[in-house]
């Protein structure tokens, strides 16, 4: 790790339901009983209860019929052995529940009731014992009629491991889902912790350790990750106390024409401030005329059609492309796509470069593969949709980004709230640091100027890729509210020394 940089968080790793379930019983196959996780777990729950709610003396715990209920059990225990009045509302009988959570149910001295919509009345804070992360059907009956009623009522609640409802792969809601004010999860967050709905479901997401060891994480070999700098921060680039402007690159942005310049400008002043060395702005006579007026330390040049572009191109010192941003929807922008990824730098290809392959998609792909310089595809949902919705259909956000990853064999960056990066190899990361003022006019240019800027100083495209959606969300988090797109990059070199980074070398 470079000197400088003390990084602290949540571990990166994401678990899948299965791959959670897996790291239970490797760890319970390596000598660790069953019953001592569900302790531990059951333990950081009536914790967190104690933290939700200080105050509160009346505490209900909803339990379902598998190992979350057990967890609730064992909450319940211990709440009422540090003076809690506690109730508890089971979906099922007792004597049906088997193996760890049936003990922990026998050591629970309390009353059992069943689980129904009236138990919630009078309760100060509600434990949510009920369903899983690998709830894999919709909540009805009795269940769906109780979790509406934890809703309604205004209670904090405390959700075991992922809300009731809530799918913990794919983060989507099965049905009706708790509301949350916080979840405990154990040992490592699940994707649906960040993906939307869930990640709005959870509330605060607080991960306690129950005694499950990093080890079993090399047998399990997670592909799937938050996105966050201890996971990219080697790759980020680093600057030599002897070195040039030429050294950290130079990035090329296609402009659009006269009348819409400002997005390829949005783009190159972000290319400029993430450290490229160099950052041209190329387009038209009419376009540069234009741009030149509006540029200082940004380059200018003048070009006609693909051909024009290509001659352009020639210069090897170019070594990041980024087309697309007001670049207009047709023929001309496949062309000067083609050009770009005919030659060998790094390219970033964004909106109109996107929109303008939704009737030849395959021809795209057919470019994107197999270059050895990097690509990043920067899709939202609806030009995602123009460009892969023939042949990626279906699954969770993560799955459909992954997907369009190997078939484009690009590095996607398929944005929102939960913006997912996708590696054509597998590899992916979810994004859950933007706040909603990210949404707006120009700020999609901002993100695709910050990876070309990166890519020209020699990132890895996967990499450069998650680090740009966390730059990018960063900024606007700490900007604030009233964020327009041209702040984002006027706000980066305070984003750049929060990182605490010393990125001199030599």
Not at 176 to 204: D, E, I, Q, W, Y
Not at 447 to 461: E, K, S, T
Request: include cysteine.
């Amino acid at each position: 790790m470079t000197a400088g940089r003390d990084i602290t968080g949540p571990a990166p790793e994401l678990l899948t339901s299965e791959e959670m379930a897996r790291a239970d019983q490797l760890t319970i196959e390596a000598g660790t009983p069953g019953l001592e996780l569900m302790e531990a777990a059951g333990r950081a729950v009536a914790g967190e209860v104690a933290r939700l709610a200080p105050q509160a003396r009346d505490v209900v715990i909803l339990c379902g019929p598998g190992n979350n209920g057990g967890d609730g059990f064992v909450a319940a225990r211990l709440l009422q052995e540090q003076g809690y009045h506690v109730r508890l509302g089971l979906l099922g009988k007792r004597d049906a529940l088997k193996g760890d959570a049936g003990e922990m149910a026998r050591r629970w001295e309390g009353g059992i009731g069943p689980l129904e919509p009236g138990i919630v009345a009078g309760a100060e804070v509600i434990v949510d014992a009920i369903f899983g992360a690998g709830l894999a059907r919709s909540v009805k009956g009795i269940a769906a009629e109780t979790i509406a009623a934890v809703n309604a009522c205004g209670m904090p609640v405390v959700a075991i491991d992922v809300p009731s409802g809530i799918d913990g792969t794919s983060g989507a809601a099965r049905g009706v889902a708790v509301m949350a004010n916080s979840t405990v999860t154990f040992f490592r967050r699940k994707p649906g912790h960040l993906l939307l709905p869930g990640r709005v479901h959870c509330g605060v997401v607080r991960i306690a350790q129950i005694g499950i060891g990093a080890g079993v994480l090399e047998t399990i070999k997670p592909a799937t990750f938050a996105n966050a700098p201890e996971f990219w921060f080697e790759a980020f680039p680093k600057t030599a106390l002897a070195g040039h402007k030429y050294d950290r690159g130079h990035a090329l942005v296609v402009s659009g024409g006269p009348e819409a310049t400002g997005a390829a400008r949005l783009g190159a002043r972000a290319a400029l401030r993430m450290g490229a060395g160099l950052v041209t702005l190329a387009g038209s006579k009419a376009a540069t005329a234009v741009n030149a007026a509006h540029s200082t330390a940004v380059m200018v040049a003048s070009f006609s059609g693909a051909r024009g572009l290509a001659d352009i191109l020639k210069d090897t010192r170019i070594n990041s492309i980024l087309i697309g941003p007001g670049a207009g929807v047709g023929q001309g922008t496949r062309d000067l796509a083609a050009a770009a990824l005919g030659s060998g730098a790094a390219c970033v290809l964004d909106a109109d470069a996107l929109t303008s392959f939704e009737k030849s998609p395959g021809v795209l792909f057919a470019a994107t593969s197999g270059r050895g310089a990097s690509v990043v595809l920067t899709p939202h949902e609806g030009e995602f949709s123009r460009l892969f919705a023939k042949t990626v259909s279906g699954g969770s956000k993560l799955e459909r980004a992954r997907a369009a990853a190997r078939l484009s064999g690009a590095t996607v960056i398929l944005k929102g709230a939960d913006t997912v990066i996708a590696h054509p190899e597998g590899r992916a990361a979810i994004n859950g640091n933007a706040p909603p003022w990210t949404a707006t006019a120009g700020s999609g240019d901002v993100l695709a100027g910050i990876a070309a800027g990166l890519l020209a100083q020699a990132m890895p495209g996967f990499e450069a890729a998650c680090a740009a959606v966390w730059l990018h969300g960063e900024a606007a988090a700490r900007f604030g509210p009233g964020l327009i797109a041209e702040d984002l990059s006027e706000i980066m070199p305070e984003v750049l020394r929060a990182l605490d980074v010393d990125r001199s070398i030599g």
